[in-house]
Structures are given as structure tokens and as C-alpha cells.
T-cell receptor
């Protein structure tokens, strides 16, 4: 059973469109991290959010941490083919990272 | 700085055998964590080592074990392999100061196939 539920599981969009990926849990986390993983590689950290209600922007990516620190979202504006990958959220639970199942994003030119 | 390296990158074993995977963390990092990634279960935490001691453990059977050396390099061992152990095994290193949200840097993984 995944403590962190990610939705949708798969997203296929055209270049230039926007997309949002959600990460929800019934548990409270001290921090939540978003990673992107490409085939044949390990996950790469995109951002860490710590404070409830926090919003962080990384170029075209916007990350939001819920007020209760149980959920988060990742929004990509004007997606590009280079954004293609598996997006994973992970909650820090007493030093152990609990990962969601991931959202596979495919951006076609 | 060199990243996290894992060896071997690919491995094929048969049921009942055992396997040892190796991970070299980023220089200066003292914490090494291991994860198993499968299509069905996603990324699951195996264990974390810090200063040669296991500091955290996930919910995996005793067939999965690990150790860490004085230079922070780590190995994990899986004995009596089962078909379900086929997975990508990822190693991640961090400074290990124990602060929440500490950045973990992942290696490329070892892909294990059990036949």
C-alpha cells in the first residue's frame, strides 16, 4: 500500500500545453520532495518543500505544499519534450523517504 | 565532484543464488540508503547506513542485508534470490546530518534480473 498516492498515473500531452500532477497522503510529512527520473537513470531531486502552504517555482515548474503538509502538486507550464519523465513525490518520514508510485509524463513535439 | 556510482549496472542471476551490489557515495557523504524499484510497487526503502551502522530499515525480509565500510562505500546482499527480486536497485547518498528534507543523490541503479 502506497502512503503517497499520485495522480494521474500517466499523462500524455502536446508541447506547449500545461499539466498538473498531484500527490496526496493521509499522513503528515516533515517535508516533501519531487524527483524526475529518466530511463536508465536514478531519480534527480527537483525541489524540497517544508512549510505548509509553501509555493516554489523552478522556471516553468511550480510546486505547492498543502497547508496541512499532507499533499502537494506540481504544475508545468508550456511543457517541452525535455520534461518527459517519471515524476515522483516522496515524503520524509523519520528519515525514511516514502515514495509515491509516480506519474509518467510524455510530452510530444 | 563525481556522482554516486553503482556496480554492476546489470546483473542476471537464477533463483536460489545470492548477489552483492556495490555503491560508492559522493565524496564527503556519510549516509547511504538503498531502494528497490519495481513497476508494481514503485520505489521502496530498504535500509540506510550511516557511519557503518544501520540507522533505518524498511519492511523487507532478512534475505536483504547490507553493510557500510569506513570509507562510506556500501554493499547490499540478497540471498536465496526469488523471481520477485527482479528490480532496479538504487543507492542514494547524503551528508547524513539527520536534518529533515536532506537532499539524497541517487546513483543510476543496478538492474537485477532473476531467472
Amino acid at each position: 500500500t502506497q502512503l503517497l498516492e499520485q495522480s494521474p498515473q500517466f499523462l500524455s500531452i502536446q508541447e506547449g500545453e500545461n499539466l498538473t500532477v498531484y500527490c496526496n497522503s493521509s499522513s503528515v510529512f516533515s517535508s516533501l520532495q519531487w524527483y524526475r527520473q529518466e530511463p536508465g537513470e536514478g531519480p534527480v531531486l527537483l525541489v524540497t518543500v517544508v512549510t505548509g502552504g509553501e509555493v516554489k517555482k523552478l522556471k516553468r515548474l511550480t510546486f505547492q505544499f498543502g497547508d496541512a503538509r499532507k499533499d502537494s502538486s506540481l504544475h508545468i507550464t508550456a511543457a517541452q519534450p525535455g520534461d518527459t519523465g517519471l515524476y515522483l513525490c516522496a515524503g520524509d518520514s523519520w528519515g525514511k523517504l516514502q515514495f509515491g508510485a509516480g506519474t509518467q509524463v510524455v510530452v510530444t513535439p | 565532484k563525481a556522482g554516486v556510482t553503482q556496480t554492476p549496472r546489470y546483473l542476471i542471476k537464477t533463483r536460489g543464488q545470492q548477489v552483492t551490489l556495490s555503491c560508492s557515495p559522493i565524496s564527503g557523504h556519510r549516509s547511504v540508503s538503498w531502494y528497490q524499484q519495481t513497476p508494481g510497487q514503485g520505489l521502496q526503502f530498504l535500509f540506510e547506513y550511516f557511519s557503518e551502522t544501520q540507522r533505518n530499515k524498511g519492511n523487507f525480509p532478512g534475505r536483504f542485508s547490507g553493510r557500510q565500510f569506513s570509507n562510506s562505500r556500501s554493499e547490499m546482499n540478497v540471498s536465496t534470490l526469488e523471481l520477485g527480486d527482479s528490480a532496479l536497485y538504487l543507492c542514494a547518498s547524503s551528508l547524513g546530518v539527520g536534518l529533515g528534507g536532506e537532499t539524497q543523490y541517487f546513483g543510476p541503479g543496478t538492474r537485477l534480473l532473476v531467472l
